[in-house]
């Protein structure tokens, strides 16, 4: 069974500060893909970042970094100097394929809980 | 540049009353996607379309039903809405590749409100 824990309900920042948002996952796949989203108040999910379970590679973007380690489960998130537009749900997300991966297919997500950040001037 | 567009944006309809909420892709995708979100709540996938074929999830209820006529477009039908299924609705969608689960797209979803 897939699973995905996101233990921080909610953080509150304030602006310019750095927060670090923890993801923790099962699964019973040695291929998966985990993936972050944005989920700001008007409601659409915005994808930030795609890793599959063999690229261990810790990524930056802008002030977005992300941290896979595959020996804990996790899968953390980091704003850097944080910006009241970064006030947001953030969730983490698992994929498992609908196929295998020689057949093209699409892929089912399980969510994580989700984490609500409050960017405050 | 909107590419997975949801309409309505707000929904209001009576207890029973059925409804429907479209999505539209301009993205060519495969698949598409409907998923449930309720207040506070991680969304949940109630079916998926990949191309015609319809795939229901287990614990969907019967009171949901989908179309999807051509690869642009696809509806969410609910026969006889009950409070309990007040939520947001979103579509999305994804590509299909070998060997890689490709991110999904969301549009900005549909906000059911159940009289």
Redesign the interface.
Known sequence: AQKVTQAQTEISVVEKEDVTLDCVYETRDTTYYLFWYKQPPSGELVFLIRRNSFDEQNEISGRYSWNFQKSTSSFNFTITASQVVDSAVYFCALSYGLGSMIKAAGNKLTFGGGTRVLVKP | DAMVIQNPRYQVTQFGKPVTLSCSQTLNH??M?WYQQKS????K?LF?Y?DKDF?NEADTPDNFQSRRPNTSFCFLDIRSPGLGDAA?Y?C?T?R??????????????T?LSIL
């Open positions: 495969n698949v996607y506070s709540q991680a969304p996938l998926h990949y795939n947001m979103l999305a994804s299909v590749k070998v060997g890689g689960h490709q991110p999904q797209h969301f549009g900005d979803g906000r």
